[in-house]
């Protein structure tokens, strides 16, 4: 009987840790709430192999606040398995269990045509089956009587771009028709340089979505691809609104690919300066990195009067106490570094000048 017992409360125990949820610790800005989400997942209702409730439960426990189910509307291998099936079952199956886990849960479609225009993911849609005709630009047309937040997916996905990663004139055609507001700069673990470069030039938003296929498990200490948005407050609304007003930073392993204010935003906040000394010998400063990030700093302009670092990693969650030596007598200066893994243009780090 004991032996039963036993078996009984460690099965409680394993059934309730799949409940745990891993906090994500990226720091909010002034003024806004970093909200970390995936728009870009699919079910069985499309090419996807786990059922919508599974996309929920996956978000809850790996720290998600938001995501948005996309299955595709022209590409529907398991469609004999549920004939007639809407296409707003995905979100209704998934709409109870994002309730009770808190998660906000965005309708939404992928709009899956050849290149180009390629696919693109259709958010806040209040019915996905007005999408499915057959012109790809009625299709777009019929997201924007929506109101939907339309992004150009994968856009170097090397099926349909096999050489180099290129901007079609339906693409122009788009955008100078409002149907597309931004673009995934990273689509599972794949970065695309070009895409940030033309979201820079064009104002467009960058995304970076999992896109994911199958059931989504991570290793301990691991994220997945995701976007973080600064919202107002931790609803739909507000993220729609952060989307349009291009409030996004892509998080990519341990990198960070977004707007040069928002990546310094996301280090300052990140940064909490523990302790500083200054003698006529040297300057030293202890911080702790309260997020999840570490920030690999490699030295920029050299400057004779300051001796200091030629690279160094600031661990996530690390303390670090960073001495600066003055020489030739001087009494100051500026510390210059760049930030590698803080993307700030395609494949550059962010620029940091620390007076001390
Ligand atoms: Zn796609
Ligand atoms: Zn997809």
Known sequence: MKKLIFFFLLSISVLSYSQVRNEIQIPDIPGFKTL??????HTVFSDGLVWPTVRVNEAYAQGLDAIAITDHIEYRPHKNDMPGASLNRPYE???????????????GSEITRSMPPGHSNALFLSDCNALDVSVYMDAFKAAKAQNAFIFWNHPGWDAQQPDTTRWFKEHTELYNAGLMQGI????????????????MEKKLTMLGNTDVHDPLTLKEGEHRTMTLVFASARTPEAIREALIERRTVVYLNDKLIGEEKYLKEIFHQSIEIVNTEKTDKYYRITVKNNSDLPFYLHKTSHNPDLVYFRDYTIDAHGRHT?????????????????ITNLLAEPNKGLHVSFPI
Request: charged share 20%; with cysteine.
């Open 36 to 41: 970390k989400c995936d728009f870009h997942m």
């Open 184 to 199: 995934e700069v990273v689509n599972g673990t794949e970065y695309y340089p070009e895409a940030q470069r033309w979201c």
């Open 322 to 338: 960073i001495t600066v030596k003055l020489a030739n007598g001087a009494t100051g200066g500026d510390v210059n570094f760049e």
């Open 93 to 107: 199956i998934a709409e109870a269990a994002a309730r009770s886990n808190n998660i906000i849960l965005i309708r």
